[in-house]
């Protein structure tokens, strides 16, 4: 139990292109999912905390204009990287906690983002 | 602002060795995460602490925390080179509402 997918798993884009990614619970409700950002060889970054029906909070420092988050179930999270450049190439991964044991967290299998 | 370190960074080690990676944290928190990751993959939990004393154990990797001194231990047994991997601890501050702060991860490279 306890899976979290993402969809895609890798994408090309070109520079001043929008990408989405899905973030799914399978089979849980998430009352709250997390977006992480990690370029490589570095550790794992929060970007913003998102919430079933509410507005994402962001991180200082990340902007919410050109990272749009909507969480609009308890299974489904998004992360939409609008006119991306290709200093967004990174590899984005979310995690899920379900609302009955909020320590849990649960991680998706990463997207990797490739802005050319 | 929470901070978490962890240290060594790179630990190169021969097979069968023992050796300890540890995760220094800034502020008080009762739950601490262990998270390994291979390259190109997510991350996949090993343990989760959550509780001054708290000691879990899977195979070759024991875990401890330690809250009064801000520290977790991870304690590698009889090292195997399938245990290579990046090491992330990480912390769930009191105040931080289930929001992580990852340490800079431990690459670890097990030789024959």
């Known amino acids: 139990g306890a899976v979290v997918s993402q969809h895609p798993s890798w994408v090309i884009c070109k520079s001043g292109t929008s990408v989405k990614i899905e973030c799914r619970s399978l089979?849980?409700?998430?009352?709250?999912m997390f977006w992480y950002r990690q370029f490589p060889k570095q550790s794992l970054m929060l970007m913003a905390t998102?919430?079933?029906?509410?507005?994402?909070?962001?991180e200082q420092g990340v902007e919410k204009d050109k990272f749009l988050i909507n969480h609009a179930s308890l299974t489904l999270s998004t992360l939409t990287v609008t006119s991306a450049h290709p200093e967004d190439s990174s590899f984005y991964i979310c995690?899920?906690?379900?609302?009955?044991?909020?320590?849990?967290?649960?991680f998706g299998p990463g997207t990797r983002l490739t802005v050319t | 602002e929470l901070k978490v370190e962890q240290n060594p960074l790179f630990l190169s080690m021969q097979e069968g060795k023992n050796y300890t990676i540890y995760c220094n944290y800034s502020t008080t928190s009762d739950r601490l995460y262990w998270y390994r990751q291979d390259p190109g993959k997510s991350l996949e939990s090993l343990f989760v602490?959550?509780?001054?004393?708290a000691v879990k154990q899977e195979g070759r990797l024991m875990a401890s925390l330690d809250t009064k001194a801000r520290l977790s231990t991870l304690h590698i047994t009889a090292a195997v080179h399938d245990l290579s991997a990046t090491y992330f601890c990480?912390?769930?501050?009191?105040?931080?509402?289930?929001?992580?702060?990852f340490g800079e991860g431990t690459q670890l490279t097990v030789n024959p």
């Open positions: 998102s919430n079933e029906g509410s507005k994402a909070t962001y």
């Open positions: 089979d849980f409700q998430a009352t709250t």
């Open positions: 602490l959550l509780s001054n004393g």
């Open positions: 995690s899920a906690t379900p609302g009955s044991r909020s320590y849990e967290q649960y």
């Open positions: 990480a912390v769930d501050g009191e105040t931080s509402g289930s929001r992580l702060t």
